[in-house]
Nanobody, 116 residues
């Protein structure tokens, strides 16, 4: 059963912006913190941002001030607005539960490539 479907990735120049979206099953979305994660080539998957059901947020230091996470409770989606992108942001981006919530099976992710 597909639990997360990520979209919105693509190729963007340094300094550009992208908006990622993740559709999650209602049973997961409605009660869990939701997070965005990323995995760059040759590196481990890392935390990017988290949002609780009440809307509190937390960010990795490397993206703070550039990325904004949000959630649409009516649509069971979590979004990631990414601004001022750098080549170091190049990775496959995934969503999943966040914080201490049990991680579910990972989706396919969405590729973000920042290059001139």
């Amino acid at each position: 059963q597909v639990q997360f479907v990520e979209s919105g990735g693509g190729l963007v120049q340094p300094g550009g912006s992208l908006r990622l979206s993740c559709a999650a099953s209602r049973s997961i979305f409605s009660i869990n913190p939701m997070g965005w994660y990323r995995q760059a080539p040759g590196k481990q998957r890392e935390f990017v941002a988290l949002i609780t059901p009440s809307g509190n947020t937390n960010y990795a230091g490397s993206v703070k001030g550039r990325f904004t996470i949000s959630r649409d409770n009516a649509k069971n989606t979590v979004n990631l607005q990414m601004n001022s992108l750098t080549p170091e942001d190049t990775a496959v981006y995934y969503c999943n539960t966040g914080g201490t919530a049990t991680r579910r099976s990972w989706g396919q992710g969405t590729q973000v490539t920042v290059s001139s």
